[in-house]
């Protein structure tokens, strides 16, 4: 860290932005408390999968994309699910919906549990990272990992492997999981829910800083439950469209300082927000009892804008995640074909879940035959990162008074309010202070 | 298994051997298998020093490190740089995945032209600095071992790191998966069903998954140490594969293995999409 205090300018450089998922930078220039420039920058290497799945067959891109990130695989298997089955005009039936919701919960859990506990919480109770916490706070750490096992061991059981499932396909699953099975499974999904709720009341006693996010918020809304796999779009504003319209509203535009694309939402210049708070704040309705009695414990209203307390919202989903998951579980029945046959066909088709972090969209063009002409993946972490960057600004004008140190914890902290996925998205984030 | 450090190791400082975790171009999915070894975490940070992890912690501890690993592929201009720093201050430099050990899936730009796919991405190809080939770490550096997978297993990984706190080499078999399917007593998918499976040629460690879940193998550890591609390209011929789909089993996240890269290259279309002749590593 170094600190050159000069006449009208002192800069501010911590080298690596640490417990995000890859790494990346962020640049922020102000002067007599005012933010003149804002950026996170993105470093990730391109890998280029739109790309490389051009002239690839149309039954590739749920292993393929699944390689964008190792920390949602389910999430770019499931939209791209979609988006291929809409190309070709296919349906899948409940059995198979349940089973997609099944092991995505999976995905939720693991995803949500280690952001909480191994990449978050450190910064409320003051420590490194999470082996440090575990010296003061062992109790803490086993639960967060004993909950993300329980995640892993859901994906391993229904999807084959928590990292890159081996069992999704094009029309459903390879292999149904059977009840026996999954059953085998309920004990630690049991114990899991009953640490979830620990876990908000936990996370509900953080020191929050006050910071209030004017932005719109947008997530998919199904026709019931909580959106996890599937659903409509819907906006804090009242708009609502088919994922089949998402380029009609979604535009992704290049900046310089990123190798992820930016995304704007019908125009507005304004930043828009996907991901838990935006979920919950468009869903809240849609929680299962349990989940929202523990959301409204924890002095969460309706609508969550305090991006510092996403926390304690992702921690009320992993309530809601291990709740749908015995429930699923409670109801499986086994017999069902695990998938339908999807024949190719030309033409458009359009996808969305919500991944851990936010609504991550996937469109793919076919020819006759199934050879992808076209592919578009719009990840949450590039529709969050106008977000971010306001948010920093708003920080940094808010809080200028702070020292050094303490300021650039606290941007540290507003970037991993949103689990940033880098490997979604970046590769080195230097976190640089400008004053000026 | 015991991860248990050996307190002295000649020409080294005493206290547990320290462990620094670099990522390159990669998806995060390999070095989130260390942080997926959930029973053995608190234990393994114990028996080692987690010197340099960012992913899981702020603290940094100044190199020399006595075991890195490294996920990801090179694929930049800095990142051939930092590689070098980086082995400069690993005692053990390990890969971990197909990334690391093979070019992983970003090798598909090898046999394409890179200003084509970045312009199908990005309005303004000038702001990227990329080069024309994802490459493994070892065409770079000097490795000590290659850990194979997409993503890699888990238990091997808690061995290669065992062995290395040992002093010893890693006990990992460079055998097919066919073994870990007559292990497991998983019936031969291609066999039984006619289903097309890369088994044969594709190194254990996963532990047999795919067949396990009735589909066949699709090689993500990578070509085993004797593998005949040229055989089994043949019985996915038999089994209904057109050539270009057997071009693209072996062309997926081990492209650039060279055991791989060569068989997918005997299948391609003369002017096949995304295709070059010289293409390879």
């Known amino acids: 860290m170094t600190d050159e205090p000069t006449d009208d300018r002192r800069v501010l450089t911590v080298g690596t932005l640490a417990r995000v998922e890859g790494e990346g930078g962020m640049h922020v220039e102000y002067r007599d408390g005012r933010v003149t420039d804002v950026q996170l920058r993105i470093y990730e290497p391109p890998r280029f999968f739109e790309a490389f799945l051009r002239g690839r067959s149309y039954t590739e891109p749920p292993d393929v994309t699944a390689r964008i990130c190792g920390i949602c695989p389910v999430a770019y298997q499931t939209s791209s699910c979609w988006a291929l089955e809409d190309a070709c005009g296919v349906s899948v039936p409940d059995a198979v919906r349940r089973a997609r919701r099944l092991l995505y919960c999976g995905e939720w859990i693991e995803s949500h549990s280690l952001h909480i506990y191994l990449l978050h919480a450190p910064d409320f109770l003051g420590y490194d990272g999470a082996i440090e916490m575990a010296a003061d706070h062992r109790g803490l750490v086993e639960r967060g990992l004993r909950m993300k096992k329980a995640g892993n061991d859901l994906l391993d059981v229904v999807g084959g492997r928590s990292v890159h499932p081996v069992n999704v396909r094009l029309g459903g699953f390879y292999r149904m999981p059977l009840r026996r099975e999954l059953l085998a499974l309920r004990p630690r999904l049991e114990q899991g829910l009953e640490d979830a709720l620990a876990t908000v009341a936990l996370v509900a006693g953080f020191d929050f800083p006050e910071l209030e996010q004017p932005y719109e918020y947008l997530s998919l809304r199904p026709e019931t439950g909580y959106p996890i796999e599937d659903g409509r779009v819907v906006t804090s504003s009242g708009t609502s469209f088919d994922v089949r319209d998402f380029t009609r509203h979604i535009e992704e535009f290049h900046v310089e300082h990123s190798n992820a694309l930016h995304a704007r939402l019908d125009g507005s210049p304004e930043p828009y927000v996907v991901g838990p708070l935006a979920r919950y704040s468009l869903n809240a309705d849609r929680l299962s009892d349990t989940a929202r009695r523990a959301a409204a414990d924890a002095g969460l209203g309706a609508v969550c804008r305090n991006p510092f307390r996403s926390i304690v919202v992702r921690a009320v989903e992993v309530v809601e995640a291990f709740h749908e998951a015995l429930r699923l579980v409670d109801e499986w029945q086994d017999g069902h074909d695990p998938s339908v046959p999807v024949p190719p066909r030309a033409g458009e088709g359009f996808g969305a879940s919500e991944a851990p972090r936010g609504t991550l969209f996937h469109r793919y063009v076919l020819d006759d035959e199934g050879v992808i002409q076209d592919a578009q993946i719009v990840p949450p972490t590039s529709q969050n990162q106008p977000s971010v960057e306001a948010d920093l600004r708003t920080l940094v004008q808010a809080w200028h008074g702070l020292d050094h140190a303490a300021l650039t914890h606290r941007c540290e902290q507003a970037i991993r309010n949103y689990d940033p996925c880098i490997s979604c998205a970046t590769h080195f984030l230097d976190l640089t202070v400008e004053n000026r | ?281």
Not at chain 2, 81 to 94: K, Y
Not at chain 2, 129 to 150: K, N, Q, W, Y
Request: glycine share 8%; proline share 7%.
């Open chain 2, 1 to 281: 298994m015991s991860i248990a450090p050996e307190t002295t190791r000649p020409g080294h400082r005493r206290g547990p051997p320290t462990l620094a975790v670099w990522k390159f171009a990669s998806c995060d999915g390999c070095q989130l298998t260390l942080l997926n070894c959930e029973d053995e975490l608190l234990a393994l940070a114990g028996a080692v020093r987690i010197a340099y992890f960012p992913e899981a912690t702020r603290g940094v501890v100044e190199g020399p490190y006595d075991v890195s690993l490294v996920e990801g592929s090179i694929t930049t201009p800095e990142d051939l740089e930092r590689i070098q720093q980086v082995r400069q201050v690993s005692r053990r430099l390990v890969t971990i995945g197909a990334c690391a050990t093979a070019g992983g899936i970003q090798a598909l730009r090898n046999f394409g032209d890179v200003a084509e796919f970045r312009s199908v991405v990005y309005a303004h190809p000038e702001y990227l600095s990329t080069l024309s080939r994802s490459t493994p770490i070892s065409a770079h550096v000097s490795v000590d071992f290659e850990l194979r997978g997409c993503p890699v297993d888990k238990t091997q990984l808690l061995e290669v790191l065992a062995a290395a706190v040992q002093d010893r080499a890693p006990r990992i078999p460079s055998h097919s998966v066919c073994v870990e399917c007559k292990r497991r007593g998983t019936v031969c998918v291609t066999v039984a069903h006619g289903t097309p499976c890369l088994g044969p040629v594709t190194q254990a460690g996963c532990g047999a998954l795919c067949p396990a879940f009735e589909r066949g193998c699709y090689g993500c550890f990578g070509p085993q140490d004797t593998p005949n591609a040229a055989a089994v390209a043949v019985r996915l011929g038999e089994l209904g594969m057109a050539e270009a789909e057997v071009m693209r089993v072996f062309r997926t996240f081990n492209a650039a293995a060279e055991p791989f890269r060569q068989e997918s290259e005997r299948h391609e279309p003369v002017a096949g999409p995304g295709t070059r002749r010289e293409a390879g590593r």
